[in-house]
């Protein structure tokens, strides 16, 4: 990733007619970044990459690709390429035919695209598949030759809407794994749009954690999660306990949580329940500001019992003002 800003989106809004939509967008993207807009459903993610893409007229502000501004620009004209959760091939043409398509409309000869198309299909690991028609296919094989068709046409800026939204768990990580390689060695610009907090933590550069269209804070995923500016995002990224205080709010990941014997000093409570997750085991604690989660390595879990009295102290915690308003 270099320096350079590839794509800068600068006071955009898009309402529409019922005052949904985002508002007062900023935003810079670094040559060869991913980075990951990042929020709930309803948020405004697709709609801000539908404006990237012109499918959708911003209302003010502007949108520059090496810094010449596009929004004026439609879709075909701009130097970018989306790939949506669904519906990305055509269901009558085969991959090969899928992948020829914007080749011939950019009048590439035929030698040349039949060379540009094996080479993406071995990028995506996709070689053999030529003659398959979408149907014939998983969703995860569709979506490798969805992106493998947007990367053909060699765009400034690679959109990607949810992409691996409706796959199984674990071709999901994989398709997340096997995008990031070659998002790296190919150096490709990818504004990538999710609502699962895991998957973002595991692509991007950089993450924007969104809600109700506006942007709460932008950072590195170790950013986000170390020092998450708000309540909002606090409780987005990973798993977090709230304790209310009365004038402000006490936030602590059960990975900052010790547990200790008897109730000499800290917070008190009583050991509610222990579950294996693996390396580690959850413990929830009953306290008067509620339950208390924390993690602990497997070792230590079954020295403590249900019922028994316990003590708690933090490692790390952050302290939010009940004023702010994000809070
Ligand atoms: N065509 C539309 N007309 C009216 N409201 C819309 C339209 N598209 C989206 N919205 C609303 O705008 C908000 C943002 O939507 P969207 O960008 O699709 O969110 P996300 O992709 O984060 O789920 C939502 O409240 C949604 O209901
Ligand atoms: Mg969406």
């Known amino acids: 990733m270099g320096e350079k800003i590839k794509l800068e989106i600068r006071n955009m809004t898009k309402l529409y007619k019922n005052n949904d939509g985002v508002r007062n967008i900023n935003l810079k993207v670094k040559e060869g970044e991913l980075i990951t807009l990042l929020g709930p459903s309803g948020c405004g993610k697709t709609t801000i990459l539908r404006t990237i893409g012109g499918f959708l007229k911003c209302d003010s502000g502007s949108i520059l690709i090496d810094r010449k501004p596009i929004e004026h620009l439609p879709p075909e004209k701009r130097p970018t390429s989306i790939v949506f959760q669904n519906y990305n091939l055509w269901p009558h043409m085969t991959v090969y035919e899928n992948m020829a398509f914007g080749l011939k409309l950019r009048k590439i000869p035929k030698a040349e695209r039949h060379r540009q198309i094996m080479e993406m299909l071995d990028l995506v690991k996709m070689t053999g598949m030529e003659k398959k028609y979408p149907n014939q296919m998983s969703g995860g094989q569709q979506q490798r030759i969805a992106i493998a068709r947007s990367l053909l046409l060699k765009p400034e800026v690679l959109l990607l809407d949810e992409p691996f939204s409706a796959l199984d768990a674990k071709i999901r990580s994989q398709m997340r794994e096997e995008l990031r390689k070659f998002q790296i060695d190919l150096n490709i610009t990818v504004v990538f749009v999710t609502h699962d907090q895991e998957e973002a933590m595991a692509l991007s550069d950089r993450i924007v954690v969104m809600n109700k269209g506006t942007f709460e804070q932008i950072g590195t995923p170790a950013d986000v999660y170390n020092n998450p500016v708000n ?97």
Do not use: Q, W
């Open 231 to 327: 309540k909002y995002v606090a409780g987005f990224i990973g798993d977090m306990n709230f304790i209310e205080l009365a004038d402000k709010t006490i936030a602590v990941r059960p990975e900052n949580v010790l547990i200790h014997r008897g109730t000499r000093g800290g917070i008190k409570g009583k050991i509610r329940a222990t579950m294996v997750l693996g390396h580690y085991s959850e413990v929830t604690v009953d306290t008067k500001h509620g339950i208390i989660k924390a993690f602990v390595s497997c070792e230590n879990s079954n020295i403590f019992h249900p019922g028994e009295s316990v003590s708690l102290s933090f490692t790390k915690f952050h302290e939010y003002d009940k004023k702010d308003l994000a809070s």
